[in-house]
């Protein structure tokens, strides 16, 4: 078999076949928090544990982690989906009324709190990881973010990772004009 002319449908096609987990990253900066929803994420080192998530230039979470040095990666229930489509865009966020503790409250609903860097962890994710920023490459139109493990915890055990196949989501290829 030969190789096909690159055209932006191919790429597209191609690359919408490689298998990605889905999550919530969270982001924070001072008082301003977000989370956004990935695909792009992959282990980059085993010592130490660096993760690497991809985000966009233009992204509010691009700008929070930037200047906050750090990240949240909040893995799925691939049974429930439905947070992934509430973070295409940015995330309203509401502190938490009364004496639920610093750093909790909602972002688009979901209940959060705050991990060890500050960036937020979602309540009802399967699985959380804390990441601070320990790299970043500039590769185009995303910058790849390379967090060092700083703390972890596995809600759900049983359940299967959301992964872009579990829904009708596209990512990547070609940029859209």
């Known amino acids: 078999m030969t190789a096909a002319e690159l055209t932006d449908e191919l790429v597209n096609r191609v690359t919408w076949k490689i298998p990605n987990a889905l999550a919530l990253v969270g982001s924070r900066s001072g008082d ?10 992959t282990q980059l080192s085993m010592e130490p544990v660096i993760i690497g998530i991809g985000v966009e230039n233009t992204a509010v979470t691009h700008r929070l982690i930037t200047d ?25 966020y ?6 639920d503790g610093p750093g909790t409250g909602t972002l688009n609903g979901w209940a ?4 060890a860097t500050g960036a937020p962890v979602f309540v009802d994710a399967a699985a959380w990881m804390d990441l601070e920023v320990r790299h970043s490459v500039n590769l185009g139109t995303h910058t790849l973010f390379m967090g060092e493990l700083a703390a972890a915890a596995i809600n759900d055990d049983e ?8 829904t009708r989501m596209k990512y990547g290829g070609v940029k859209r004009h």
Not at 32 to 41: L, Q, Y
Not at 72 to 85: E, H, K, S
């Open 32 to 41: 301003e928090r977000n989370a956004m929803t990935t695909s792009w994420i």
């Open 94 to 99: 509401e502190a938490a009324a009364g004496g």
């Open 68 to 92: 906050g040095g750090s990240f949240t990666v909040n893995l799925w229930d691939a049974a429930n989906t439905r947070p992934f489509v509430k973070f295409a865009k940015p995330a309203t």
């Open 112 to 115: 959060v709190y705050e991990a």
């Open 159 to 166: 359940v299967q990772i959301a992964s872009m196949s579990d």
